[in-house]
């Protein structure tokens, strides 16, 4: 890599590793506070978010939260106790055991994410069309990016 590519490079990574945790910790108040009666973290609302979205285990979800499956075992728990999420037996195996959303875990996830969504919304205001759209492209290249680096965290069990 050329020395001005890699200088930039250097300061996207400067930038990435100083935005990421602020982001988190905003993400992590404003769930608690969206959340209001409906309780839910912000790992809680990770969970939800892709049992909806996909047939899902346990496993699944410590996987890609990237926790032990102890950890996602009380946290389904909880989600459980609250009528959230229900467990279902596969029909095509009996030792597995898929998850899935309620009515009121789907209403609860959709209110939280439609108020973070509309925080975060207002808080780019101040960014042109033609900036969003080139976040917009950036953040899709960095997805993939994210993917592999969790992937090959070295002697990860969520590879």
């Known amino acids: 890599m050329p020395k001005q590519a890699q200088s930039v490079?250097?300061?996207?990574?400067?930038?990435?590793?100083?935005?990421?945790?602020r982001l988190n910790r905003w993400a992590?108040?404003?769930?608690?506070?969206?959340?209001?009666?409906?309780?839910?973290?912000?790992?809680?609302?990770?969970?939800?978010?892709?049992i909806e979205s996909e047939k899902t285990t346990l496993g699944d979800v410590a996987r890609r939260l990237m926790v032990t499956p102890a950890v996602v075992t009380g946290l389904i728990d909880r989600l459980e106790k609250r009528g959230y999420v229900r467990r279902i037996?596969?029909?095509d195996d009996r030792r597995r055991v898929l998850l899935a959303l309620t009515d009121e875990g789907r209403a609860a996830?959709?209110?939280?994410?439609?108020?973070l969504?509309?925080?975060?919304?207002?808080?780019?205001?101040g960014f042109s069309a033609s900036d969003l759209e080139q976040l917009d492209r950036s953040l899709s290249r960095l997805r993939p990016v994210a993917t592999e680096?969790?992937?090959?965290?070295?002697?990860?069990r969520f590879a």
Not at 9 to 21: F, G, K, R, Y
Not at 37 to 43: A, G, T, Y
Not at 149 to 155: A, C, W
Request: charged content about 15%.
């Open 9 to 21: 490079a250097d300061n996207v990574t400067i930038s990435l590793l100083d935005i990421v945790p």
């Open 28 to 50: 992590e108040a404003s769930v608690t506070r969206a959340a209001g009666e409906n309780r839910l973290s912000l790992r809680q609302l990770s969970a939800l978010t892709m």
């Open 89 to 91: 037996n596969s029909t």
């Open 109 to 115: 996830a959709e209110s939280v994410s439609s108020q």
């Open 117 to 125: 969504q509309a925080e975060m919304a207002t808080a780019l205001t």
């Open 149 to 156: 680096l969790e992937r090959s965290t070295p002697g990860s």
